[in-house]
């Protein structure tokens, strides 16, 4: 019997036809809600963080969502640029964008909050794991504690390397570093397949391997050079394998989707939507 989990995509699938957030978010509500989608993935970066006036705009995106029946249940926080963490000016804005974010998921009723461990990638020579972990407990233990504290679960995503690095290492790009993070904050993981893909990690060992940390999916697809996030079958994911995966840790959360669409031109969005519904279908039959 295919196991059936309910689908959920961020916003980007909807084609954006005012400026104003509000509208967006209830355009893409109803989107989610006539094309098949089960629930939404709110990206923090719809949101001015650091000024006056996100309270609202998130209150009133509730109000839609209990109208509508599509509710927010993961959220993405905010992450670093390259060699932001060196910059006080810029890692005091950072900060607040991640308490205004971690209070605007609490105040949208979200379940997780996908984070990343902001590690840079750094050639093989001059890579120092312990360094590397260090910063990264350093930098996401204090989100951490204050998520724990309003009532949020954070989990955290695995990351991938940069093509054309070579001899490189990015932390937390293997399911090890990964759940060695997780274990020590005390949170999920987030499994993005695109990135295992890229860094060469076989995805139902990885999976199996995170095994019950496992909270959120970034589902997308690449072809093992950059970070395309296209949809499944378009590029060189084993799926069967990836959804074995899956099976292996018992997951029973939202099939995420995480897709670049932006090319897609308006005339296309139902029916590009429609066929992401299909595949996830399909590829549910493969959870065995």
Sequence with gaps: ???????????????????????????????????????????????DLLSDGWQELVEKAVIDSNEIGVK??????????????????????????????????????AKYAVVHPNAPTVPMIDYDAKAQYDSVMKHLAPYAEYASKVGLDIVIENMRVIHGMRHSHRYCQTPEELCEVADALGIGVCWD????????????EGLAYVGKRLKVLHV?????????????FMGSVDWRDAMHGLALCEFDGLFNYEIKVHRQPASTRV???KYLVDVANELMTYIK
């Design 1 to 47: 019997m295919m196991k059936k989990l309910r689908i959920s995509s961020d916003f980007n699938l909807c084609y954006r036809t005012t400026e104003g957030i509000s509208e967006y978010i209830k355009e893409g509500l109803l989107f989610f809600k006539e094309n098949g989608f089960d629930a939404a993935n709110f990206g923090m970066g719809m949101l």
């Design 72 to 109: 927010f249940e993961i959220c993405h926080l905010p992450f670093l640029g390259g060699g932001g963490m060196k910059d006080a000016e810029y890692m005091s804005i950072f900060d607040k964008k991640m308490y205004n974010s971690i209070d605007a998921a609490v105040l949208l009723g």
């Design 193 to 204: 397949f695109g990135h295992a893909n890229i860094s060469g990690v076989k995805q139902s």
């Design 220 to 232: 997308n697809d690449n072809t093992g050079i950059d970070d395309d996030h296209v949809a499944p």
């Design 271 to 273: 029916s590009f939507a």
